[in-house]
Nanobody, 130 residues
């Protein structure tokens, strides 16, 4: 069973960068769409980005377009979220989620709703100071 595990969060100044990683401690990500979400203090869970199983399709929230970049390394069973030009409003717990998309017609699918995902990590804290 896929079990996402996030890492790479931390405290960074505004304008700085981090690379968040999501590895699977169980099954492989190679047949999964992987998404990132975040929850800021006092707010609900927000979609950040998603990457299709075949890596051909990415989808980003408008608030992070041009600053965040998704990539995957299937050999390492890991998905990366490069976060650049960070702003204080990016402060949140960032969660990685995976959805099994093993069928051929799902290879390029991406999803933005939390309910679409089957497996969730525990989250990694990103704090951006002004």
């Amino acid at each position: 069973q896929v079990q996402p595990v996030e890492s790479g969060g931390g405290l960074v100044q505004a304008g700085g960068s981090l690379r968040l990683s999501c590895a699977s401690s169980g099954g492989t990500f190679s047949d999964c769409t992987v998404g990132w979400f975040r929850r800021a203090p006092g707010k609900g869970r927000e979609f950040v980005a998603a990457l299709s199983r075949d890596g051909s399709i990415t989808n980003y929230a408008d608030s992070v377009k041009g600053r965040f970049t998704l990539s995957r390394d299937n050999a390492k069973n890991t998905v990366y979220l490069q976060v650049n030009s960070l702003k204080p409003e990016d402060t949140a717990v960032y969660y990685c989620a995976a959805k099994r998309t093993q069928y051929t017609f799902q290879s390029g699918a991406v999803y933005r709703r939390p309910d679409d995902y089957d497996y969730w990590g525990q989250g990694t804290q990103v704090t951006v100071s002004s």
